[in-house]
């Protein structure tokens, strides 16, 4: 099983980072995408794309979870812009279907 967190085609995927999959296993790179996709479920608000004061808040919120799982520093940059990137993806199926 691949790590990403899918449910409700909500999908958050972590796996491009071997060093990561071999210092903290699938199972807890499932969990800290789950906990990342309800951490941008909590504080996404209209337009926070364009604001970048909200943007800033996410990507320390992301940190925070790379130090909280230990997720190794080579890539943590590369991921906090993947989550960014996949979070205004995820708001806009958010958007479609409520």
Do not use: F
């Not at 491009?16 to 990342?36: C, H, I, P, Y």
């Not at 337009?47 to 943007?55: E, M, P």
């Not at 190794?72 to 990137?85: A, G, N, R, S």
């Amino acid at each position: 099983m691949p790590p990403m967190w899918n449910h409700n085609n909500t999908r958050l995927d972590l796996s491009d980072n071997e060093s990561a999959k071999q210092v903290l296993g699938d199972k807890t790179l499932q969990v800290m995408a789950r906990e990342l996709v309800d951490m941008v479920r909590k504080n996404v608000t209209i337009g926070w794309t364009l604001r970048d004061s909200v943007q800033a808040k996410l990507r320390v919120m992301v940190r925070r979870i790379h130090k909280k799982y230990g997720y190794p520093t080579d890539k943590q940059e590369k991921t906090t812009i993947t989550v960014l990137d996949q979070a205004k993806l995820l708001c806009e199926d958010w958007a479609e279907n409520s």
